[in-house]
């Protein structure tokens, strides 16, 4: 399969501080690429050097089999920065007609102004404008291109819960169009949700590349509740079985790996009830992985 974007040994200085040390990476044609890290990891430096905004040593990035920057990358490539609104007296149509008109073969722009629910601000100024009606300007101008390959820095800033919901209903419809797309955001719940696999950046090296399954089974720490007659000291030595704890109507499990506790918790199947299994979510594995310092795979 073909490589969209390609990092070999990519390190990058900026006068007075290295900030990317040593990164390989591949991504797919079609994948939804998650990129996490603390502030300050190199995220958006990253992004920058991919897309050839600032400069790179030869061979150390390879966009669609070229360097970053080239023609046919820039063709290619749609950016949805924080906050690039670049005109301020413009209304929102004209803004996006103006993205579509620097395109080769754009979108319709009356289709992505009604798709992206925009259709009751289309006359207004950007100046006039909410912080996520902002974002979701941006977005339209990302698009209106019909790009290969989306960058999209911290999407949904700003977005309330609707668009927030909109906004992830449309990446989908992206998915399906085998649209390649890299995603930076500190909502990990979204990341999560959405992205085939990701990268946690820290330092400027990647901590973790991979599935977000592979991830939490790695990490695969949880708790399993449930309601019983049975005395708690019948849990206590079940496999992987960290501690018990009883409150007045339910005993809490910790356990190393869920899916091994709920096998031994079978014989007892009958006089459980209400069971539920909690896993850690990727915003708590980060915080142990980028707080405590946690071995890399
Ligand atoms: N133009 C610049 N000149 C010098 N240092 C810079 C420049 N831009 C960023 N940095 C530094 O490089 C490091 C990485 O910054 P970058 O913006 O890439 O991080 P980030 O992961 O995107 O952070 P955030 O999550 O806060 O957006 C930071 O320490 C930052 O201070």
Avoid: C
């Avoid at 200085?13 to 502030?39: A, D, R, W």
């Avoid at 007659?229 to 992987?240: E, S």
């Avoid at 031994?264 to 299994?277: E, G, K, M, S």
């Amino acid at each position: 399969m073909p490589t969209i974007i390609q990092l070999k040994n990519l390190s990058f200085t900026y006068p007075h501080q290295q900030v990317l040390q040593n990164l390989n990476l591949e991504i797919k044609p079609g994948e939804i690429f998650g990129l996490v890290g603390p502030n300050g990891a190199g995220k958006t430096t990253l992004l920058n050097l991919i897309q050839g905004v600032l400069p790179t040593s030869p061979d150390t990035i390879n966009v669609f089999d070229g360097q970053p920057g080239s023609l046919t990358a820039k063709e290619k490539i749609s950016t949805m920065f924080q906050d690039d609104l670049p005109l301020e007296k413009v209304t929102v149509k004209e803004l996006i007609n103006l993205f579509a008109a620097q395109a080769s073969h754009p979108a319709d722009t009356d289709t992505i102004i009604h798709d992206l629910d925009l259709t009751s601000i289309e006359n207004q100024l950007l100046n006039q404008l909410s912080g996520g009606q902002r974002r979701k300007v941006s977005f339209a101008t990302a698009i209106i291109s019909k790009p290969q390959l989306l960058f999209l820095d911290e999407p949904t800033v700003g977005m309330d819960a609707q668009a927030r919901q909109n906004f992830w209903r449309y990446i989908e419809t992206l998915r399906q169009q085998s649209v390649t797309i890299v995603i930076t955001s500190h909502y990990l719940e979204e990341i999560q949700q959405v992205a085939d696999r990701i990268a946690i950046l820290q330092n400027g090296q990647f901590r973790y590349v991979g599935s977000w399954q592979n991830l939490q089974n790695h990490y695969d720490t949880g708790q399993l509740t449930f309601q019983t007659l049975l005395a708690p000291t019948i849990f206590t030595h079940l496999a992987a079985v960290t501690t018990v704890a009883k409150t007045d109507t339910s005993i809490k499990l910790n356990s190393d790996d869920t899916d091994l506790t709920l096998k031994a918790l079978l014989p007892f199947i009958d006089q459980l009830h209400d069971i539920t299994v909690t896993r850690k979510s990727l915003e708590s594995i980060f915080l142990e992985l980028t707080n405590q310092g946690g071995t890399s795979k």
